[in-house]
């Protein structure tokens, strides 16, 4: 059987892996044996499952693959942001971010080891400021691609992580039912044990996904990507403001709230002269108020080629204390050493730019 007939073993959730150990005629207790190898063990090949007999071990290699994605370059120091750039099985490169001791911005607890991942190759939603979207959509992700970035970085670190944001390349919401399957495996005992409070999902606002993701059962943190108070100014960075605009937005996740109990974050990227006046501070405090949201507003961070810049040190201050001044939570974000802190999307299209002027 070529490895295009088989099934994906870490895209699976529990009872699904089950099913297909039924079907292999073994006992259910098998699926509790495998998701051991793969989630507490971690093992790279179903030949070191060795409490199983060669023989089912054979028929498991013949109906499973076990994935795995390969780490092709680190950037930064263990005491600062890193970032894993790594190459997929058919080469498409994606990366993930390991931010240390992270304050509590989206609600968990602060000092912790907090991932970063990526849930597409690229973005279709090709907002104005961001690297991700620049070189366009390729494909969405499986489950067992965001979760293998999880384990690749653990493994590489031999740290442990505790939060896990989707905030790396892509649109969340476009590929949800992997990033739902994900969370799963993610969140489950049998899996990577990871709290669902301690997962955050972020969006750049596809209102019909934020409603899907309220009638999920799952307590996740939602963040969104506002970045404009009006549509006038979202219309200028985001397209997909002209889709669902922001009441269409806001009354998606008046919905979200009315079915969570986490409030929900707005995330906003403060870029001079676009989006950082005291006017729309004031309009952002309003649909804070609205939601009972909390605000995150971090300074933007430059990607070559990109006209944008971050506002004055004395702008992003005013602009925070605008919002503080009307009681809503707003952090500012104010470490140093940009350079690596980057958002996502930047290693990979530095890699392959530079690629590109290899060949
Ligand atoms: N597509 C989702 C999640 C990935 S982007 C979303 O847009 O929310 C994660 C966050 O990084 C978003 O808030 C995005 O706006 C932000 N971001 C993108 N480019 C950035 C940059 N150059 N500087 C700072 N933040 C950036
Ligand atoms: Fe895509 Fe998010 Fe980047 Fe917009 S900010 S292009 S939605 S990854």
Redesign the pocket.
Known sequence: MTSACKTDIKSLVFSELQEQLRDLGEPSYRAGQIADWLYKKRIDTIDKMTNLSQALRRRLSETFTLGGIDLVRVLGASDTTRKFLFRLADGNLIESVLIPASPALYGGKSDRRTICVSTQVG?A???KF?A??LEGFARNLSASEIVDQFIAVESETSEKIDNVVFMG???PLANLEKVLRAIRIMNAEWGLGVGARHITIST?GLAPQIRKLADEALQIRLAV?LHGATDEVRNRIMPINRRYNIEILLSACDYYTAHKKQRLTFEYILIADVNDSDEQARLLSRHAQRLSAKVNLIPYNSVSGLPWARPSKERQEKFLAILRVRGIPATLRREKGHDIDAACGQLRLQTQREQIAKT
């Open positions: 973005c939603y090709g907002c961001c991700s979207g390349m892509g649109e750049s990507s």
